[in-house]
């Protein structure tokens, strides 16, 4: 009896672990990938300008792990650009994943109507898409910043300011465009080196592309009520650190927009024209925006090199924002 009790109890329980086999083989087969569109554009704008990026994001699963990501974008008239782009590095092996990722959209595209496919394949083969419209417009931009990498011989950074500007040798800029609104167009996600110095030149337009950022240092008179500030990143001054391996970020024009020159001293310079280091200190991604802020009678004086970043610039001086540029900086 202890036998036949001992059998029965074998086969019930191999019974048991077939069918549990059996169900487990029957989930990893129709267990294919999943994606979910969270962002095309910024925003979730569905929107893309000519000669800037595409902003895309999504949500990835993979219980068989993902092999491959493939974006198509194509026109829904003749003749249209078209895009075919397939991405492994830092999705492929895994089972979930944030795709996050920007397409560059070349100046030449002819403005109209998209669409956009995201498709994700697993190891097993098995793929799901997603899909979208999109638009490609033109755009000009209300504003710019351009990054110019700054060497030469004896110039440095030192506490709160540069040295050797004068004999500065000057690279390949780097532009950051914007709308109206402050919003990067194009190069809002700016890769620059955390040891290097740059030039930083602002540039403002009309509705007709003329540059209108001398307003702000007309003459003397006039840059008295403007100041620059590049908040947000919670940097470490370089002032702060014992081995010059912070952040500088100094105004400093060379003369006004009349000719009349002075407007490089601490309290008196603007930030038309400023100049930026990182640091290692300050390594990686950070969101900032560049403030060009009209302060009340007097206040600008009271405005030190060590102010640029503060948290509670708008309440420490007076004033009202005439600008405000959003964008990234990935120091690395």
């Known amino acids: 009896m202890n036998a036949n009790f001992f059998k029965k109890a074998l086969f019930i329980l191999g019974t048991a672990l077939f069918f549990t086999a059996c169900s487990n083989d029957d989930d990893n087969a129709i267990s294919g990938p999943s994606i979910q569109l969270l962002e095309v554009g910024t925003n979730n704008s569905l929107q893309a300008f000519a000669g800037a990026d595409l902003h895309l994001e999504a949500e990835i699963e993979a219980a068989a792990n993902i092999d491959k990501i493939e974006v198509e974008i194509h026109s829904e008239?003749?003749?249209?650009?078209e895009l075919n782009k397939i991405f492994t590095?830092?999705?492929s092996g895994a089972k979930n994943a944030t795709f996050h990722e920007h397409i560059d959209i070349p100046a030449?595209?002819?403005p109209g109507?998209?669409?956009l496919h995201i498709k994700v394949t697993d190891k097993n083969g098995n793929s799901k898409e997603a899909e979208s419209k999109l638009a490609i417009v033109l755009k000009n931009p209300a504003a710019a910043l351009v990054f110019t990498p700054v060497t030469g011989t004896g110039v440095e950074g030192h506490g709160d300011h540069f040295h050797g500007l004068a004999a500065e040798v000057l690279g390949t800029p780097i532009t950051v465009t914007f709308?109206?609104?402050?919003?990067a167009?194009?190069?809002?996600?700016l890769h620059l080196n955390p040891t290097a110095i740059y030039k930083i030149a602002l540039k403002t337009y009309d509705n007709k592309g003329a540059e209108t950022q001398n307003k702000y240092i007309a003459d003397a008179a006039t840059a008295t009520n403007y100041k620059a500030f590049l908040v947000g990143g919670s940097f470490v001054l370089n002032a702060a650190t014992a081995n010059?391996?912070?952040?500088?970020?100094q105004p400093r024009e060379a003369t006004y927009a009349d000719g009349t020159t002075g407007s490089t001293t601490a309290t008196t310079s603007t930030g038309v024209t400023t100049y930026l280091t990182i640091g290692t200190d300050n390594k990686g991604e950070k969101d900032v925006t560049f403030v060009m802020r009209k302060v009340n009678t007097g206040v600008k004086t009271t405005i030190t090199r060590a102010d640029w970043n503060r948290a509670d610039y708008a309440t420490a001086f007076a004033g009202s924002n005439e600008l405000e540029l959003k964008f990234e900086i990935h120091a690395e």
């Open 77 to 81: 008239t003749t003749g249209g650009w």
């Open 89 to 91: 590095e830092g999705y």
């Open 108 to 110: 030449d595209v002819a």
């Open 113 to 115: 109507d998209y669409h």
């Open 179 to 183: 709308d109206e609104n402050g919003n």
């Open 185 to 189: 167009i194009s190069g809002g996600h």
């Open 244 to 249: 010059g391996t912070g952040a500088i970020f």
